[in-house]
């Protein structure tokens, strides 16, 4: 084995998401008293990867909708590994937003950050966070009524 | 978190896998040699994403397999410095925690990187932070958001040989790769401190 290039790109969660699917759709379709016995270590993998990568944003993304936050997150000065966190984490609070962005506060007012947040918000639309109104909670952890 | 990484390599394809197409019996063989395996330096293979060039195929003498040259590109785990990953609490001890992202457990956050105020509780068995007031419980299989500090490569071939009987061998090696995490940032920790 040669290594050609260590890193010929990044590439996202949801990049590798369709290619672990794509796997496992052949190997459901292919017939149980065929031949075709697939090892233990790939189907270990795509089964911890693939339940890892269902439970992230990636799971409900698009090519259509990465291509679209990137165009739109394009004029910003923003590095390829911080759009690439960007499309992987889909920070949906400041907070967020300030782990993958180095020196924020530097770099973009506190409008343009809130303009992210809001574009990845509508750009990106993943399930449960939507309905989270940041409504009362007691440090329990329980709703207050 | 993935990158794709250029190898080459000989690969045999067994003339039960003839009647697959050239490619997929190619990669069906490179994630058969590769997959969730760790290549030193490189990171943790996943699955091929798609083959470059394929060299004609030849038969040595006295075989009866395709050797076959092959350039392909691999998706490889291989978080960068400074990378922001979510992960579980597997285990916690007074030493830190350890992280697991199911497809890979090897994560450590050592104590000195919990947020300041944090202590272990040894009656609970989990690490505690007390902020303002508060006490924050890091229950274990709680998801967790922790940031990379460091990839550790360690280059554990060839294996050592086996000194006196079976029953010595060792339950566990260190791991070949391995991320040291922190948790000490704003928007770091459980999950649920920051929603």
Known sequence: MEVVDRQAALISNYEALLVLREEDERHKESRPRSQTKYSENVTTLMFEALEYLNNTPCSSQSADQIIALKQQLGGLDLTKAEIMQIINHRPKSLVELHLIVEECDERFSVEELERIVETILETLPYGEAENDDGGDQNSDGMVVE | ?195
């Open chain 2, 1 to 195: 978190m993935f990158v794709l990484v250029v190898l080459r390599d000989t690969l045999k394809i067994e003339p039960a896998e003839f009647r697959k197409t050239r490619e997929q019996a190619l990669k069906d063989e490179i994630n058969r040699k590769y997959s969730n395996r760790v290549l030193h330096d490189i990171g943790l293979c996943m699955l091929v994403h798609d083959l470059l060039e394929i060299d004609e195929g030849f038969v040595q003498h006295s075989e009866g397999w395709i050797w076959v040259k092959v350039k392909f590109r691999m998706i490889v785990f291989r978080p960068f410095r400074d990378e922001v990953l979510v992960g579980r609490v597997r285990s916690a001890s007074p030493v830190g925690i350890e992280v697991s992202m199911g497809f890979f457990d090897d994560i450590s956050i050592p104590a000195n990187q919990m947020p300041v105020g944090s202590e272990f509780d040894g009656s609970e068995g989990v690490w505690v932070w007390r902020y303002e007031g508060n006490e924050l419980f890091m229950d274990l299989d709680e998801p967790i958001r922790f940031r990379v500090l460091d990839t550790v490569f360690l280059d554990v071939s060839p294996p050592r040989p086996v000194v006196g009987d079976a029953d010595s061998v060792p339950a566990s090696y260190p791991p070949p790769f391995s991320l040291i995490g922190t948790v000490v940032d704003d928007g770091l920790g459980l999950m649920s401190w920051w929603e």
